[in-house]
């Protein structure tokens, strides 16, 4: 308990001192996976949304493709990353190994499974009635989808946040891809890493605790958005 | 305006509707009367074009964007009063003022237009329905199709709907319920049978 609460201290002194190293790590993280989660959704909210609509030939194949995506560990997507932006990878021209970019692209290939399965459960699972008023009432494909969304708006809030959520706090992209490289490519959870295998635990704990600051205030802003957006389907 | 010949519909291998023939002229409002089970919202479903017939011959002379099905549970989207009535128009591309003018219209003439404004989450059974009718007459289609548009309503809120659906005369009204309905509101009335259970 007292190694907690002489982490909360020491969380509090580094945020009231604006240590620049750790508000440097805060600060890649959440501009990292926010704009990781961003695109993902981009791509997997009307990929999840066509799944939970249409009926293909290989529909339930893609259906358990995008649900097993979910389990990859991060560790396997930095390796990937890394085959890809090495030297010697088929994107090695563009020499991005060990920038916050290549953190950013395996986080998107972490977070698009996690939309595109919880959005598909949330527009498969709305009211039947749902599909049928808005067709019935003339929607087009582009409304209706709004219309999807906007019904199944606490589901797909969750898809975005728990896609968050795993994305601010990996750690194997962010090392394998990103290489931990101080004031250039290393996050929080990175840098927690690093000071708790150094034995500063109090440090890695107030580390911690900023990153949870972090995940609540990102959880409480889509939250906020999730309800005004969905005012207005 | 509508013509059904031996019209069939299956679900898991059992009939849940069936008309062996019907025709409905354009302008008439005709009631369908049937017990619970016997397919009056099937049928109604079928003929908004949501969903097929497995059988028989379903000829439609509307498109299907000016058929309104309004459920037995009317369904409204998360917003307002006023959003839910304006959702028609605005699919179809009806500048927002004036959406909003025309929906005002059918909100006041229905008796709801002092809840324009609220949240629908907080409607009565009663009121919700008559959004869903606001909404649905507001497109001003070629033909209605209504699932026991009356209940929920008290007195006044049912005649109220009756009076505006008598006046609605170049529109084809199909009304389906399990009861007799009021006399006026229909200019015939077409019996459905229960579907008999059937194996293939």
Known sequence: ?233 | MIRIDRLEVRRNGRIICRVPRLDVEPGERLGIVGANGSGKSTLLIILAGLEQATRGRCEVSAPVEQRVYVHQQPYLFRGTVLSNATYGLRSRAMPRGQANQTAMRWLTRLGIREQAHRRVDNLSGGERRRVALARALAIRPMILLLDEPLADLDEQGSETVSSILNALDDVTVLIASPTDLPHGLTTRTYTITQAISAED
């Open chain 1, 1 to 233: 308990m007292e190694l907690v609460w002489s982490g909360f201290v020491e969380a509090l002194r580094i945020v009231a001192s604006l240590e620049p190293s750790v508000m440097d790590a805060a600060w890649r993280s959440l501009w990292v996976s926010s704009l990781a989660v961003a695109a993902a959704t981009v791509v997997g909210l009307p990929v999840g949304t066509v799944l939970a609509r249409r009926h293909f030939h290989g529909h339930g194949l893609a259906v358990a493709v995008a649900r097993a995506g979910m389990a990859v560990p991060t560790v396997f997507l930095g390796i990937v990353g890394y085959a890809m932006f090495s030297r010697r990878g088929p994107l090695g021209a563009l020499d991005l190994l060990y920038t916050p970019w290549p953190i950013v692209a395996g986080e998107v290939l972490l977070a698009v499974p996690i939309i595109v399965s919880i959005s598909h459960g949330s527009v498969q699972a709305l009211d039947p009635r749902v599909a049928q008023t808005a067709r019935t009432l003339g929607a087009g494909l582009l409304r209706r989808w709004r219309t999807y969304i906007s019904e199944a708006r606490v589901g797909i809030m969750i898809a975005v946040l728990t896609a968050f959520a795993r994305c601010v706090t990996e750690l194997g992209i962010a090392v394998m891809v990103g290489g931990n490289i101080k004031g250039q490519t290393r996050t929080l959870a990175t840098a927690i890493a690093l000071e708790t295998g150094k034995g500063e635990f109090e440090r890695g704990l107030a580390m911690g605790l900023i990153l949870l600051t972090i995940s609540l205030g990102v959880t409480l802003v889509i939250t906020l958005m999730a309800r005004e957006v969905s005012s207005h389907p």
